[in-house]
């Protein structure tokens, strides 16, 4: 399995970061992928194949931490990717709620 669970929806209370510069004081680390579960059961096949598809994002994708468990809040897209190419680990902006 890639993931340690597959979620639908935001368990967790509103953090009230939307857009990327809401995120860009949270420093990036490394993630394992087996550690995170998604917000979203379905991803987009057009943001998991385009070349550009970090171009007008985050580089990073958006993690959130609630009672420490891992949730995958943006980019899915990346995580899938991580997983095809064989690696273990994403590179994520990790934000500790609660």
């Keep these: 399995?890639?993931?340690?669970?597959?979620?639908?929806?935001?368990?967790?209370?509103?953090?009230g970061r939307e857009s990327t510069n809401d995120w860009s004081d949270v420093p990036?680390?490394?993630?394992?992928?087996?550690?995170?579960?998604?917000?979203?059961?379905?991803?987009?096949?057009?943001?998991?194949l385009a070349d550009d598809s970090t171009f007008f994002g985050d580089l990073f994708a958006h993690v959130v931490e609630y009672r420490g468990t891992l949730y995958l809040e943006d980019?899915?897209?990346?995580?899938?990717?991580?997983?095809?190419?064989?690696r273990p680990i994403l590179h994520a902006r990790v934000l500790v709620v609660g």
């Design 28 to 48: 990036p680390r490394q993630v394992r992928l087996d550690e995170l579960v998604t917000t979203k059961r379905t991803l987009d096949l057009d943001a998991l």
């Design 75 to 86: 980019g899915l897209h990346r995580a899938v990717r991580a997983a095809l190419q064989q």
């Design 1 to 15: 399995m890639i993931f340690k669970s597959v979620g639908d929806g935001r368990p967790y209370p509103d953090h």
